[in-house]
């Protein structure tokens, strides 16, 4: 049987985002992100990371140095959560670029490999472009208020089924949520 999953944006979502991060010690946990991590996997869900890293197909970073800091991410969180890690690293423009969110691609292929039911799953993100990768997935969508202001804030929070201050408020609703189904 499929099992729901909560998808993440992993830069202003799970970590503090360094534009183009390919050093492993500038690694910043959001305080409670491994806390609404448990929360999901108790309550049942499937974890994955969905991430679009231009920053290799601009030439500016290499897909180790991504493996790298993605490393140094769970080793803070202490725990491996995650059933699948899924990087779009081409570059706008870039071939593979139609990968990228908001396309669903990413989250299609992971719920393929893993059995996972999109109908029942997550988005969690702080951009307009996760908001929408997870709603062209057939996901419900939230928006984290972790990420810096910006003029798509607005359209993304119209279009999130919810807009939550940080990730421990996210989990909790996603949990809230998923039993009214």
Not at 95 to 108: C, Y
Not at 118 to 147: E, I, P, Q
């Amino acid at each position: 049987m499929s099992k729901p999953a909560v998808f993440f944006d992993r830069d202003d979502t799970l970590m503090r985002n360094v534009p183009y991060l390919g050093d492993p010690s500038k690694v910043q946990i959001f305080p409670g992100t491994a806390d609404a991590l448990d929360k999901l996997t108790h309550a049942g869900f499937a974890l994955v990371i969905v991430s679009n890293q231009s920053g290799v197909g601009r030439g500016l970073i290499t897909i180790q140095q991504v493996a790298l800091v993605t490393e140094e991410m769970q080793r803070q969180l202490g725990d491996s959560y995650f059933t699948g890690i899924y990087n779009c690293y081409a570059a706008p423009g870039q071939p593979g670029d139609d990968n990228r969110k908001p396309s669903p691609v990413l989250l299609q292929q992971a719920a393929v490999a893993h059995d996972l039911d999109l109908a029942k799953s997550y988005m969690v993100g702080d951009r307009l472009s996760d908001v929408l990768c997870g709603k062209n997935a057939g996901c419900k969508s939230v928006l984290v208020l972790t990420g810096p202001s910006s003029p798509e804030r607005e359209v993304a929070r119209n279009e999130a089924h919810y807009v939550a201050a940080d990730l421990i408020e996210a989990a909790e609703w996603i949990v809230i949520d998923s039993k009214r189904k």
